[in-house]
């Protein structure tokens, strides 16, 4: 064991430091004292203590249990006590102080930190060290833990750039290393920056034309008061609060069941639109329903702490998962409103942090009384209670936003009727042709093979195509199709159609057609004899046709569809093929109904998500309170099958003094306490998060580490400013982001200049505007934003849009349902609205570094990998928004290659080209342009990519031409990042 100081053996004293060596070796460093020794002071919290935690903490910390040779080096106090006759430090004094003693001996057996560690003091840090002994020593508490007081502007008389107070803050730090900040950036890259900020979405044309044209001294700001008020910012904010809040689509662990928590995504998305005071959006997400006379959205706003995942295999032990879920709240309250890494401490106490075991199972009592099993059934949408029904909070606006769509169609349709020509033409669609729907699943019933049996034209009759489908029965056999999404929809006039050939060897004697429609399979028509006894005859359930058709021969069955119960607007997702007895082949089914215009499909959708929203009454689970309370056990090591005897009851950390209470502390005092003056973080902390959302790095660069482990901040004093500023506006969000964004910190050119490469490669400083690439989501719902694809519909469930098949087939079990895409506006929701599965996330979103979401992430990773590249070359969102874009630039562009493309490249840049840039567009137009003319087939397969449908009366191979370079521009560098 390696000792910092001497130890007794028995009545003797063992000296175990080389006092001659050690004198000798401390005189010369005095010598040699570098300038920095004398030039400034030494700042214990912001020098010291990063040191003294990195490399000393784990064996002379907080934890007492590890502590080796019962000394702290956590506490100025404990190193500068007497314990002997000598003191880990004297202040004024480095020669007799035994840490810098231990710290520079020249044997490696008593050096410190030990060898097997493998950590090792620079000279530098040494250096730091013995300054600071030699400047008195002087420590207080971790600076985090001490409230922030709001310190006063460092005013510059000649400064002419600042914008407010942030600026001063800012300039001051740069003056300090003798720098200077950079000029304004240019108004079509800070219309892009702010609109990406605050919105997620790119500013179009029309908004930047607005703001280029107004020389007004107000033209920022007011496009900064526009996108305040957008009702995307608040999808913009709550992507960021997602991630934090661990939210998913999915139970998570193994089987990674289906949940709807949605209602609590729209209630973030609302409570940031109405600019709700950060404080009672904590107070709320934390402990709404112990408020008084508490309205449901208070409640449905508790299921931040629900969002955790939650264990449905069978034969788990039901108190080891409840353990966990209590754990994660910890975990997660701990990270986003204190930036503590309290997990640390539930085995032992922490070992850099004054935060106990103790402490730890006091902060988990405050969670631990929730009347919940921490398991649910093998089932889609089950829950684990608490719940609460209860409609979304933004169910008014997307009732809204549906119904202006409605009239607005409503009229676009009203006047296509008045054009010639425009008289509805029959159209058939072939449901089911040598292959089954996509999505459905083929089985069979009664006699006969127990599936859809496709036979060839080599030996069998075939009508259309390559196969036909065959049954063979004794008795009633039949096979059929079931869940096929998306169904197949039913227009004005429909027909349901199929050919049919009777061996003449073996016929039936009877045979019946039934389709499955909400909800159920009674919808049928039969021929023959009447011998399948399903339905109500001479009803829609069971209507007859007619005789048997003609053996020997293909007939084609028609049914009209209003006499078996279905109308316009009905939707099959089913089709079974019955027969009594013989050998039938069944070929080419379908649907001949009155061709429907794009509005007219998008009207009935419309209408029929109104009766959706309307009707929405979703079971979320939300925080309660189990009456009489749980008692809190100490668990040892944190194990939840060795509880103690010890009781602990609800309770801060020691180092944040006690909760005042009449009563049992709850959830609700702690929401109070963590908004309230006596709290040193939570203020901090928030404006942290929101500085990093602006400059990609927060002036704390380690968001969910406030503590000895994370990083000094940047700017100590900003913070501070910033943290009072936000609690004395009333925790006003929307104003704090106005602040930093109005600030000309933020309105700098994010160029590279001068030495600042080298200088402050990282940007710390702050002396050039800010710069990084867009996040995972931003970057899909740009391309949607610019393509004029993008369905800017409000809240509500979770979408599918396109994901390679067969991927959640690799990773989840049997009994687990299968990914099934959506279709139609659903495929160009936002980004936020994705369904999250979390054993198997959106990939690329992956692919740009988005999480998983099982944990709390407060930081994503940022890197640089070519899975990014594939993505945007290859994705069908990506393709098909590419061609998109390229129909909406020739249709708004007359014909004029160069200008189209000078027009294709500022709709996605926002700037216009440069030269070299204009003529490389062209060269690559003219290339790509002869290859697919070349080439016909190629351009006609891109044409194919995705579901929206290609413009027609555009020429493909220049459509295909301009897709292509509209890809290539979705991927460069300037467009994927916030510059």
């Not at 193994?254 to 609302?270: A, N």
Request: hydrophobic fraction near 35%.
């Amino acid at each position: 064991m390696h000792s910092l100081f001497i130890t007794k053996a028995g009545p003797s004293e063992v000296i175990t430091l080389d006092w001659v060596k050690t004198l000798l070796l401390l005189a010369s460093m005095m010598l040699v004292t570098p300038a920095l020794w004398c030039q400034s002071s030494v700042d214990f919290n912001r020098d010291i203590r990063p040191i003294l935690s990195e490399h000393c903490f784990r064996c002379h910390g907080p934890d007492a249990k590890s502590r080796e040779a019962d000394l702290r080096l956590d506490s100025v106090k404990a190193m500068k006590a007497d314990l002997g006759g000598y003191s880990a430090v004297v202040p004024g004094n480095p020669k007799n102080s035994i840490l810098l003693a231990r710290i520079n001996h020249t044997s490696p057996d008593e050096r410190m930190p030990p060898v097997e560690t493998g950590k090792k003091l620079t000279s530098d840090q040494i250096n730091l060290i013995t300054s600071w002994v030699q400047q008195g020593a002087e420590g207080k508490k971790h600076w985090s833990f001490i409230r922030p007081v709001r310190p006063e502007l460092a005013v510059d008389p000649s400064d002419r750039w600042s914008k407010n107070e942030i600026d001063q803050f800012i300039l001051a730090k740069l003056q300090q290393y003798q720098k200077s900040p950079s000029a304004q950036a240019a108004a079509q890259t800070l219309i892009r920056r702010v609109t990406l900020d605050l919105t997620g979405l790119p500013p179009s044309i029309d908004e930047i034309n607005a703001f280029l044209s107004d020389t007004s001294k107000d033209a920022y700001e007011n496009v900064v008061d526009r996108l305040l008020d957008s009702p995307h910012y608040g999808e913009r904010m709550a992507m960021q609060w997602l991630d934090a809040s661990r939210y998913a689509d999915t139970h998570g662990y193994s089987l990674d069941r289906r949940r709807v928590m949605w209602p609590w995504r729209d209630w973030v998305i609302w409570a940031y639109n109405q600019n709700m005071p950060f404080d009672q959006f904590m107070v709320e997400q934390l402990a709404g329903d112990l408020l008084p006379d508490a309205k449901k959205s208070q409640i449905v706003a508790t299921g931040f702490n629900r969002n955790h995942p939650i264990q449905s295999e069978g034969g788990v032990i039901n108190e080891e998962y409840r353990v966990e879920t209590v754990v994660d709240r910890v975990e997660t309250t701990a990270s986003v409103f204190l930036g503590l890494t309290m997990g640390c401490c539930r085995c032992h106490d922490h070992k850099y942090e004054p935060i106990s075991q103790t402490d730890f199972f006091g902060f988990y009592a405050f969670f631990n009384n929730v009347p919940e099993s921490a398991h649910v059934g093998n089932g889609d949408r089950l829950t684990d209670g608490p719940v609460i029904k209860a409609p979304s909070v933004l169910q008014p606006q997307q009732l809204q936003g549906v119904r202006q769509r409605i009239v607005e169609l409503e009229k676009k349709i009203s006047a296509e009727s008045r054009l010639p020509n425009r008289k509805p033409v029959p159209l058939e669609r072939v449901w089911i042709d040598d292959k089954i729907p996509e999505s459905s699943t083929s089985i069979g019933n009664g006699s006969g093979v127990q599936r859809f049996e496709f036979v060839s034209k080599n030996q069998h009759p075939v009508f259309s195509g390559k196969m036909s489908s065959l049954r063979t029965s004794v008795g009633l056999g039949q096979h059929l199709v079931q869940n096929a999404n998306p169904p197949l929809r039913l227009n004005q006039s429909a027909k349901l159609f199929c050919y049919v050939y009777l061996d003449p060897k073996n016929p039936p004697d009877e045979i019946m057609m039934q389709w499955f429609s909400g909800g159920k399979w009674e919808h049928r028509a039969y021929w023959g004899k009447n011998q399948i006894d399903w339905g109500a005859d001479k009803t829609a359930s069971r209507r007859l046709m007619g005789p048997l058709p003609n053996v020997g021969q293909w007939t084609r069955l028609e049914v009209a569809a209003d006499q078996i119960g279905l109308g316009p607007g009905s939707e099959i997702t089913g089709w079974a093929f019955t027969q009594f007895g013989g050998t039938v082949y069944w070929d080419k089914a379908g649907v001949l109904d009155l061709q429907t215009s794009q509005s007219q499909k998008t009207l009935t959708s419309l209408n029929k998500q109104a009766d959706r929203i309307q009707a929405a009454m979703p079971t979320v689970m939300v925080m309660a309170e189990k009456k009489p309370p749980r008692k809190t056990l100490f668990l040892d090591r944190g194990q939840y099958d060795s509880p103690t005897d010890l009781e602990v009851k609800p309770g801060l950390p020691a180092a944040f003094g006690e909760l005042k209470t009449d009563d049992r502390a709850n959830r609700l005092d702690l929401a109070k306490w963590l908004s309230g003056p006596r709290n040193p973080l939570t203020a901090r902390v928030t404006v942290n998060r929101l500085w990093k959302l602006h400059f990609g790095t927060g002036i704390v660069k380690t968001l969910e580490d406030f503590g000895s482990q994370g990083e000094w901040p940047s700017h100590p004093k900003l913070l501070d400013w910033l943290a009072c500023e936000f609690v004395e506006s009333g925790w006003d969000v929307k104003s704090m982001h106005k602040k930093i964004v109005m600030s000309a910190t933020y309105q700098q050119d994010s160029r590279w200049s001068g030495d600042s490469s080298s200088f402050d490669p990282g940007n710390r400083l702050l002396g050039r505007g800010p710069r990084f690439r867009l996040e995972a989501e931003i970057i899909r719902d740009q391309a949607l934003s610019l393509s004029g694809l993008l369905v800017d519909q409000i809240g509500g469930p979770s979408v599918r849009p396109y994901q390679p098949a067969g991927l959640w087939g690799d990773v989840v079990y049997e009994n687990a349902p299968r990914f099934q895409q959506d279709h139609g506006d659903s495929l160009y929701r936002r980004s936020l609205y994705t369904y999250w599965k979390r054993s198997v996330p959106p990939p690329n979103f992956q692919a740009f570094d988005a999480p998983t979401r099982e944990a709390c992430t407060l930081t994503r990773s940022m890197t640089n990998t070519p899975m990014a590249a594939l993505v945007l070359m290859n994705d069908p969102t990506f393709v098909e928004a590419s061609r998109k874009l390229a129909e909406r630039v020739l249709n708004e562009i007359d014909e004029n290659t160069q200008k189209r493309l000078n027009h294709l490249f500022r709709i996605v840049t926002g700037r216009e080209p440069s030269l070299a840039e204009s003529k490389s567009m062209t060269k690559a137009y003219v290339d790509l342009h002869n290859e697919f003319k070349n080439n016909r087939s190629a351009a006609l397969e891109l044409m194919k990519v995705g579901e929206a449908a290609t413009d027609p009366r555009l020429e493909v191979t220049e459509l295909a031409a301009f897709t292509s370079i509209a890809n290539a521009l979705l991927q460069t560098d300037e467009t994927i990042t916030r510059n």
